[in-house]
């Protein structure tokens, strides 16, 4: 029996739109659900001043229909104008800034790698009270891909915290159980759930010679009990996390059968009837709206969007790949079947 559910419009604080042709076909599919989207800014040039971030949102308003709304954090390093980012703050031109630890994800190479030189701009942030959006993962040597969240809360989380206590903070992607619980037990501090995050595990991405390009991402998708712990805070009314799916396409040639992938899952294309699905399972299909549409602006100080969409229990497959003009993408979840469907 179809079973018709209605919920707020939900807005996406986390996608990655990219470029050029990427970014037209990425932003069709973000703004079909979505009334706000928080787009990255690690482009090929990053978004660290103003004057890019209002291009960039040009851009992404051109491409999307007229009632969607891009917010552009600005692109954290060292390197930045103070006066640049502080106005960029104050008049919201910036949509906060992007922590990037150095060489943590795609396009990160111009990122922090010594938080004590990034203090000044995160004195604005405080003092404006605008939020600060954290790749949370510790890169070294010495630590395993499978533990760089947990040494980033330890020694680079905390000592901002400390250092700013007023700070408003999203951890965003948060992929392990000891990052969920840090959320939980500390103030003016939330979290971001991907889809992906809540369906795969490791042993979906690490083969026995090779991996999943496909199901390869950054952060990776850690054990089976991260990802229940990752469900029970998303489902279960918890007001400190909210929807970010980091919908991170690459063309198909750059997704290849080994670590030299360029990590990024596509979700965009199924990613609201994802989580459905995965309410569903939990049964917990009446906290949808709460984790879509609620929890982020509040978290933000934004207004409840006042449309509404509609999804409805219906099989449907999920294609296996999205192309536009010379572009092609593997979806995630291709050839899978989907039980919930946005009815439009």
Known sequence: MNKNIEIIQPDDWHVHFREGDMLEMVTNFSSRINKRCVAMPNTEIPITDTNKASSYKE???????????????????????????????????????????????????????DISKIFKF?????????????????????????????????????????????????????STSYGVN??????????????????LTKKDVFLDDAINPHHFCMPVVKNETDLIALRNAACYNNSKFFLGTDSAPHPIQEKKPDLSSKPGIFSSPCSIELYAEIFDEENAIDNLEIFCSINGPKHYNYPINDTKIKLEKKEWFMSEFSSYKDIQVKNFYANKKINWKVAY
């Open 59 to 113: 851009l992404l308003e051109r491409a999307s229909n007229n009632n969607f709304i891009p917010l552009i954090p600005c692109y954290l390093n060292e390197n930045l104008d103070l006066e640049d980012f502080r106005t960029g703050i104050q008049n919201k031109v910036f949509f906060g800034s992007k922590l990037y630890p150095s060489n943590a994800t795609t396009n990160s190479s111009h990122g922090v790698s």
């Open 182 to 199: 840090y959320v939980k037990e500390n103030e003016n501090i939330a979290g971001t759930i991907t889809p992906h995050h809540m369906l």
């Open 122 to 174: 995160l004195e604005i942030l405080e003092e404006e009270k605008s939020p600060l959006l954290i790749h949370g993962e510790k890169v070294a040597d010495n630590i395993d891909i499978f533990d760089r969240e947990k040494y980033f809360i330890d020694d680079e989380l905390s000592f901002i915290r400390k250092k700013f206590p007023l700070l408003k903070i999203t951890l965003e992607h948060v």
